[in-house]
């Protein structure tokens, strides 16, 4: 299994950005999804996370109401579309398969990582 996370960069607090994460495998629709962040000098945390089917999606609090995540199975890809940025979302975001098919917020559930991709939000 191989993910690959793009669609970072450089925006102005207030702007939008949306995150892909493509993956590998054939088993990507039968797993959870999700994604974290690592800001520089913090710890990784958990931003968002989807069933295997979609149907049920979880966040984290300082995002929620600024994000979505979605998954578009054929394509085996992961979206987060964030809006309303704020300096304090610059971080490195990564996406994750999960162990399991219900969305859960624990890192020690995901099996699988991505490179990530680096969201840098300017005041």
């Known amino acids: 299994v191989q993910l690959q996370a793009s669609g970072g960069g450089l925006v102005q607090a207030g702007g939008s950005l949306r995150l892909s994460c493509a993956t590998s495998?054939?088993?990507?629709?039968?797993?959870?999804m999700g994604w974290f962040r690592q800001a520089p000098g913090k710890e990784r945390e958990f931003v968002a996370a989807?069933?295997?089917?979609?149907?049920?999606?979880v966040y984290a609090d300082p995002v929620k109401g600024r994000v979505t995540i979605s998954r578009d199975i054929l394509n085996t890809t992961v979206y987060l579309q964030m809006s309303g940025l704020k300096p304090e979302d610059t971080a490195v975001y990564y996406c994750?398969?999960?162990?399991?098919?219900?969305?859960?917020?624990?890192?020690?559930?995901?099996?699988?990582w991505g490179q990530g991709t680096l969201v840098t939000v300017s005041s």
């Open positions: 994750a398969r999960s162990r399991y098919r219900i969305a859960s917020a624990a890192a020690s559930g995901y099996a699988y």
């Open positions: 495998g054939r088993t990507f629709s039968s797993y959870a």
């Open positions: 989807i069933s295997w089917n979609g149907g049920s999606t």
